[in-house]
């Protein structure tokens, strides 16, 4: 089970951190990441991270996004700073791989002045 938390209204510029906490099974899994969608458009993949901390960017979000983890907490973050209007979206939290993907209920994160 997958719940995120963290999403809201914030201005451009602002910063908001995404919360996901997994539960189901001793271990997190080796492959999560954070995606996001609006409605109209696919869901893309935002930031993924392994077990191991190898760490993947969507371009858009490079510099400006941080994934990271807290095993003991069996949390997921997103760090988001100068955040855009064109960042707006539903955020979700997965975990595994394609196909075989599981997903959070999502988060809207709304940037606007």
């Known amino acids: 089970l997958l719940v995120e938390s963290g999403g809201g209204l914030v201005r451009p510029g602002g910063s908001l951190t995404l919360s996901c906490i997994y539960s189901g099974h001793e271990f997190m899994p080796d492959n999560m990441g954070w995606y996001r969608q609006v409605p109209g458009k696919q869901r893309e993949v935002v930031a993924t991270?392994?077990?191991?901390?190898?760490?993947t960017y969507a371009d858009s979000v490079k510099a400006r996004f941080t994934i990271y983890r807290n095993h003991n907490e069996h949390a997921m973050y997103l760090q988001m700073r100068d955040l855009e209007p064109e960042d707006t979206a539903i955020y979700y939290c997965s975990a595994g791989l394609p196909p075989y993907q599981t997903w959070g209920q999502g988060t809207q994160v709304t940037v606007s002045s």
């Open positions: 991270e392994t077990a191991a901390g190898s760490k």
